[in-house]
């Protein structure tokens, strides 16, 4: 069967290998929609550090059940359209003992840490399929990042009253966003530096949105939080100068969630910490909940979709959309690709 591989850092190449047995307990999938993660836009730069070469991306998957294997519940049926969640956990480390398994210590999310989906047939646990409730392939290949976002909104326990201050208005972005708005009914205020992006950030359930490069960041958000700022700031950008703003903007007894990876060392004015009495958190993955309330959302009907994705390509051209959006990242949101 066909695959993509990163073959090293800029460099992509098409391969084959052989098609994988499911064992018992498991299902086949063919994978018929895949999207392109920032991590995959990571790895093709070099910048990943949990990945080694040569690596096969993809873990924001449609797909289609195969096969299925003894120990598969009967509610699993060969033709029924599902995504995957993509990661493992080995629940033992003091994560899986506290139940947070999306953080589990030695988790191997695939197209990461692990090959992943971009092949035309994967295996996968029974426990870690959602199945589509009637979803297209477009909308399932968004639920696992749109689940990343979700899962931000809910570690800093977003509530109808709060004010929600979003940095990033990428995919993860977008999907905190849309939680906390659309699914919470919280007030967002969405940051980016593409006019583009907020727009989109705007269908996604923001209530006003902000061009910090050409807007005076802290000026605006005094004015639109009557001079408190937001009672929560989550980070989906992965930049050392939201890092600090996040802390710098939130109000006092706020709550800061970072789900961005920062590229280089961040100094903080630590004072704000103990001043404000911060409750400062990260957030990582996803659970099953997150995925549910996803679904929920994307069968409702009112997250934008087609202005999410902006761009379909068949598998042949993968390697090529990848390389493209290393070279204009700011043009894109999401890339799928078609098997």
Known sequence: MKTLLIDAPGTFSFGEKPAPVPAPGEVLLRVRRLGFCGSDL???????????????????????IESVTAGVPARFVPGQEVTVMPYTTCGRCSSCRQKRFNACRHNQTLGVQQDGAFTDFITAKWEKLIPS???????????????????????GRVTKTDTVLVFGCGMIGLGAIAAAGLHRGATVIAVDIEDTKLAVAKKAGATHVI?????????????????????????????????????????????????????????????????????????????????????????????????????????AEAGQALADWSANPGAITKIHVEL
Do not use: W
């Open 42 to 64: 990571s790895t093709f730069r070099g910048g990943n550090p949990l990945v080694s070469y040569p690596r096969i991306p993809g873990h924001e998957i449609a797909a289609v």
């Open 133 to 155: 409730q009637g979803l297209g392939l477009r909308e399932l290949a968004l639920v696992e990042p749109l689940a990343v976002g979700f899962h931000a909104v809910s570690r």
């Open 211 to 315: 061009n910090s490069k050409t807007e005076n960041l802290h000026e605006r958000l005094q004015a639109l939080t009557d001079g408190h700022g937001p009672d929560v700031a989550i980070e989906a950008v992965g930049n050392p100068a939201t890092f600090t703003a996040a802390v710098d903007e939130v109000c006092f007894a706020g709550r800061v969630v970072y789900i961005g990876y920062a590229k280089a060392p961040v100094s903080y004015e630590t004072k704000y910490f103990v001043m404000k009495e911060l409750d400062i958190m990260g957030s990582r993955n996803s659970t099953p909940e997150d995925f549910n309330d996803v679904v929920a959302m994307l069968t409702s009907g009112r997250y934008p979709v087609a202005d999410t994705v902006t761009r379909t390509v068949p598998f």
